[in-house]
C-alpha cells in the first residue's frame, strides 16, 4: 500500500539558509500535518491542511510556512535557520471524508542546521 | 488541558518475558488513542488504536493494549518479547476537530538477550 512519502531524506543546512521540505500524502488523503520532533524529544505539533486550507496550527515559528497544493502534496518552508531547528520533521496524513481518524506518517525528513 | 502521560522513561525486559508500557491520558471528550513506535532514525509506525467499542484492542507484532475510562489509561502489552522490539513506543491522543495528535514523552525499550 502506498504511504506518505517526504523528500528529501536528509539535508544539510548552514544557519540563516532556507530549506523546503515536501510531502506527499497517501493519495485520497485529505489532511496532512507536520510534527518537528528534536532529539529525544517527542513530536511536536506544527501545522495541518484540509483540503488545502490551514485548518490548525501549532508550535510553528514565523520563520517557518507550509501550504498544502492542488494536488495534496505539501511543503514546509523554513527561513532564517538556527541551530535548533535541526531536528527530524515528519508529515503526516490521514482522510477526514472518508471517516478516518487514523493519521499515518512519513519516515521523516532528517535536517542538520551547521 | 489535553496531555498525554508516559511515566515510564526507560524500561529494559528480557527476551521472551512480557511487557506492559503504561499511558495515561487527559481529554474531556472521548479520546481516539493510539500507540507507535520508531526506531532509531526511523518513523512513526502505528502500532494500534483505540477508537470506540472494544476496549482491548490488537494490534501488529503481537502487540495489544486495553483502554480503561476510568483509570484514562491506555497501556500497551505483549505477553512475549522479542529483541527485534527495542524501540521508542510513543502514546499519542487525537484531539480537536482536525484530531491533531498529542504525543507522550516516549518510553524507551530495551530487551536483553
Known amino acids: 500500500a502506498a504511504g506518505v512519502i517526504q523528500s528529501p531524506r536528509h539535508l544539510i543546512k548552514e544557519k540563516r539558509e532556507t530549506a523546503t521540505l515536501k510531502c506527499y500524502p497517501i493519495p485520497r488523503h485529505d489532511t496532512v500535518y507536520w510534527y518537528q520532533q528534536g532529539p529525544g524529544q517527542d513530536p511536536q505539533f506544527l501545522i495541518s491542511f484540509y483540503e488545502k486550507m490551514q485548518s490548525d496550527k501549532g508550535s510553528i515559528p514565523d520563520r517557518f510556512s507550509a501550504q498544502q497544493f492542488s494536488d495534496y502534496h505539501s511543503e514546509l518552508n523554513m527561513s532564517s535557520l538556527e541551530l535548533g531547528d535541526s531536528a527530524l520533521y515528519f508529515c503526516?496524513?490521514?482522510?477526514?471524508?472518508?471517516?478516518?481518524?487514523?493519521?499515518?506518517f512519513g519516515e521523516g525528513s532528517w535536517l542538520t542546521v551547521v | 488541558a489535553q496531555s498525554v502521560t508516559q511515566p515510564d522513561i526507560h524500561i529494559t525486559v528480557s527476551e521472551g518475558a512480557s511487557l506492559e508500557l503504561r499511558c495515561n491520558y487527559s481529554y474531556g471528550a472521548t479520546p481516539y488513542l493510539f500507540w507507535y513506535v520508531q526506531s532509531p532514525g526511523q518513523g512513526l509506525q502505528l502500532l494500534l488504536k483505540y477508537f470506540s467499542g472494544d476496549t482491548l484492542v490488537q494490534g501488529i507484532k503481537g502487540f495489544e493494549a486495553e483502554f480503561k475510562r476510568s483509570q484514562s489509561s491506555f497501556n500497551l502489552r505483549k505477553p512475549s518479547v522479542h529483541w527485534s522490539d527495542a524501540a521508542e513506543y510513543f502514546c499519542?491522543?487525537?484531539?480537536?476537530?482536525?484530531?491533531?495528535?498529542?504525543f507522550g514523552t516516549g518510553t524507551l525499550l530495551a530487551v536483553q538477550p
Open positions: 499519542a491522543v487525537a484531539v480537536g476537530a482536525t484530531n491533531k495528535l498529542i
Open positions: 503526516a496524513s490521514s482522510s477526514r471524508t472518508a471517516g478516518g481518524n487514523t493519521i499515518y
